[in-house]
């Protein structure tokens, strides 16, 4: 096999839905600034590369932004991260619309490059749609034109995650879960499930 596509392979096998973090170590504004480098080298619809982003590693914004982010809809015990184990900062993804209404697939594809490439520097990131979008504008106190995409946390992952086959049947249950031990499983379908004959 080719050495970049099983170093890509490893690279997607490790970027998991990181939400717990070692809140001790912080994340530097030049390594969040690498980050949203990798962007500029993503497709874009139409070329028009309307996505920005907004740095968040201020502890009263930190803080701030937190109780507006909804964590794990699948863990209905579970409120988000506890004190010590929250994010390091966060990157909240901007459509421009000067740029137009829609940003197509953008948003997606840089996600992931920003996440593959946290994931190399021993980063995990966790990509969140779920959150109060008036209120998240009105705190980072940005321009209308600026309208939020997502919120992606990242921080040194303090947790262990695994995947594990699905069973192929239609009505597998593809929900995330942790064990008592603290372990989070991520159920992923097999890839015979994926080609349409």
């Known amino acids: 096999m080719n050495n970049k596509f099983e170093s890509l392979r490893h690279l997607l096998e490790l970027d998991r839905s990181v939400r717990r973090y070692d809140e001790s170590r912080e994340i530097s504004i030049p390594t969040l600034e690498r980050l949203i480098d990798l962007t500029r080298y993503c497709a874009s619809g139409r070329n028009m590369q309307p996505l920005r982003y907004r740095m968040v590693v201020r ?5 701030e932004l937190f109780p507006l982010l909804a964590w794990a809809g ?29 940003c197509l697939c953008d948003d997606g594809l840089q996600l992931q490059a920003i996440t593959l490439g946290a994931c190399a520097l021993g980063i995990g990131g966790c990509i969140i749609k779920a959150f109060n979008q008036p209120k ?17 946390a990242l921080g040194y992952p303090a947790e262990t995650i695994e995947i594990e086959d699905m069973s192929g049947l239609p009505d597998a249950d593809c929900k995330y879960y942790r064990t008592p031990d603290g372990v989070h499983h991520v159920p992923k379908r097999p890839l015979s499930e994926l080609i349409v004959e």
């Open 59 to 63: 502890e009263d914004e930190k803080r």
């Open 136 to 152: 998240v504008k009105n705190l980072l106190g940005l321009d209308d034109h600026l309208v939020p995409r997502y919120v992606l």
């Open 74 to 102: 699948y863990l209905k015990d579970w409120n988000g991260p506890e004190e010590g184990e929250r994010p390091a900062a966060y990157l909240v993804q901007f459509l421009d619309t000067r740029y137009g209404e829609n």
